[in-house]
């Protein structure tokens, strides 16, 4: 079969797809999910700084999320207030 010539073609390569592969529908490609060796090469190479026990471990989620959960928790508060009060009379 000929190739088909278009007017409009100049033939410039917008996008190489050379490299590009197949998907596999039904198959799960297991290579995807591993790191690159230079990426774990960066990984092994960060020294670590300390250790945190469990116990500072858990209070430092608690100071981080505590915050949030009382600000939600306010909110409600001064919703139902609202509703009892002001919108309910």
């Known amino acids: 079969m000929p190739k088909r010539k278009y007017s409009d073609d100049d033939g410039h390569v917008i996008a190489d797809m050379s490299g590009v592969g197949h998907h596999p529908l039904f198959t799960m490609n297991l290579n995807a999910f591993k790191p690159k060796e230079a990426e774990q090469k960066a990984r092994q190479s960060l020294p ?31 919703f139902l207030l609202f509703c009892q009060f002001v919108w309910f009379r």
Do not use: H
């Open 48 to 78: 670590i700084e300390r250790e945190l026990s469990v116990w500072q471990m858990t209070w430092l989620v608690l100071r981080l999320v505590l915050p949030i959960v009382f600000s939600f928790l306010g909110i409600i508060a001064l």
